[in-house]
């Protein structure tokens, strides 16, 4: 069974830290591109970055998030992590993991309709 699970998230006050962390079961892991995203009430859901195949190992960063936010991946534990760093109100919101549709690419975007399978969500807030 395919699945991929979010943890990590929680309430924090501006300027502080959460690490975020996407367990993946069911699939050759290691294989795919795993992206994280982001969805704030009322608003669009929003690509943050992503993370190529154990092979490459390439990192992308949506503009919003590029110097506070790290992903990285524990391919010995099945598992993505996003780091991050002074939160923002703005940062509000439910975060989710998902996996790219196909296997072994080169390069990974944060656009949605590239990841078919998704996580539940964990929710951040950030506030004083």
């Known amino acids: 069974q395919l699945q991929l699970v979010e943890s990590g998230g929680g309430t924090v006050q501006p300027g502080g830290s959460l690490r975020l962390s996407c367990t993946v079961s069911g699939f050759a892991a290691d294989a795919y591109a795993i992206g994280w995203f982001r969805q704030a009430p009322g608003k669009e859901r929003e690509g943050l970055s992503c993370?190529?195949?154990?092979?490459?190992?390439?990192?992308n960063y949506a503009d919003s998030v590029k110097g506070r936010f790290t992903i990285s991946r524990d391919s010995t534990k099945n598992m993505v992590y996003l780091q991050m760093n002074n939160l923002k109100p703005e940062d509000t919101a439910v975060y989710y993991c998902?996996?790219?549709?196909?296997?072994?690419?080169?390069?990974?975007?944060?656009?949605?309709?590239?990841?078919?399978?998704w996580g539940q969500g964990t929710q951040v807030t950030v506030s004083s």
């Open positions: 998902a996996r790219e549709w196909r296997p072994y690419m080169d390069i990974c975007l944060v656009e949605e309709g590239r990841y078919g399978v």
């Open positions: 993370i190529t195949d154990r092979g490459t190992l390439m990192t």
